[in-house]
């Protein structure tokens, strides 16, 4: 009879049902899903940084002598 029931995958996929997970296993994910989101965030400020700084650069390269 066990052999009806779907099993339950061994990792999270987004857009899963969230039914088949229990307490723990959801806050476990919430934790893990908080975790990814913060990497998220570090490498989204990182490129904003690298492309301020390029941005910056190019617009020193056009203000110098001769330039306007």
Request: zero cysteines.
């Amino acid at each position: 009879m066990d052999e009806e029931l779907p099993k339950k995958p061994e990792t999270f996929v987004l857009g899963s049902d969230l039914a088949r997970h229990s307490m723990d296993e959801l806050r476990a994910l919430e934790a893990e899903l908080e975790r990814e989101l913060a990497r998220v965030r570090a490498a989204i400020a990182k490129r904003q940084d690298v492309r301020a700084a390029a941005e910056a650069l190019f617009k020193g390269v056009g203000a110098g002598p001769g330039a306007g």
